[in-house]
């Protein structure tokens, strides 16, 4: 009796509570930099997707975050050229992807970069891998993008494909 007494009286209460009400002020929210941004991210994607990599969307300072276990940063001319290796070797695919905006974290305003989450399918000779994927991408007034960080298990999905793949890794061993 004592426990049907006692959940009665917390549905009660529970039930006795009202939300607060709406936001009186919300500002509204100009999202013209996000999507203006959020195309050239997409046009991004479209090149790694078409093996056609447009060095216009980078800014000349462009950083290639190193997010992996000792990667270092890459500049704008080294990481065209990783993108155009990753192009030639591969054949990719995003699907599923959803893009956000950023926020500034001292105004919990749009800030202009975007962040996407989605699945790449990528392809090598025969074998195919999917691959989770989080990016962070910043860019300048002109809408160039000036860094972008990508979090993914781009070295366990890349080897995978390799050993699918000997003739490959053969050709890349005789490389060094």
């Not at 006795?16 to 991004?44: I, R």
């Not at 001319?77 to 290796?85: G, H, S």
């Not at 926020?103 to 025969?126: H, L």
């Not at 074998?127 to 002109?142: P, Q, R, W």
Request: aromatic residues 10%; charged residues 20%.
């Amino acid at each position: 009796m004592r426990y049907l007494l006692l959940t009665l009286t917390a549905i009660g209460f529970l039930c006795s509570c009202t939300p607060p009400p709406p936001c009186p002020e919300c500002p509204e929210a100009d999202w013209s930099e996000f999507e203006k941004n959020k195309a050239t991210l997409e046009s991004m994607f479209a090149g790694f997707q078409a093996k056609s990599i447009d060095p216009s969307i980078y800014a000349d300072d462009f950083v290639d975050v190193g997010t992996s276990l000792n990667e270092a940063d890459r500049n704008k001319a080294e990481a065209l050229e990783q993108f155009q290796m990753l192009t030639t070797m591969l054949t990719m695919e995003l699907n599923d992807a959803v893009y956000l905006p950023g926020i500034d974290t001292a105004n919990f305003e749009m800030d202009g970069s975007v962040r996407y989450y989605g699945k790449w399918s990528m392809q090598m000779g025969e074998a195919t891998e999917e691959l989770m994927a989080y990016g962070s991408m910043d860019f300048n007034d002109e809408g160039q993008m000036t860094s972008i960080q990508h979090y993914a298990d781009w070295t366990a999905t890349f080897g995978a494909l390799l050993q699918a793949n000997p003739e490959i890794m053969a050709q890349m061993n005789a490389m060094e």
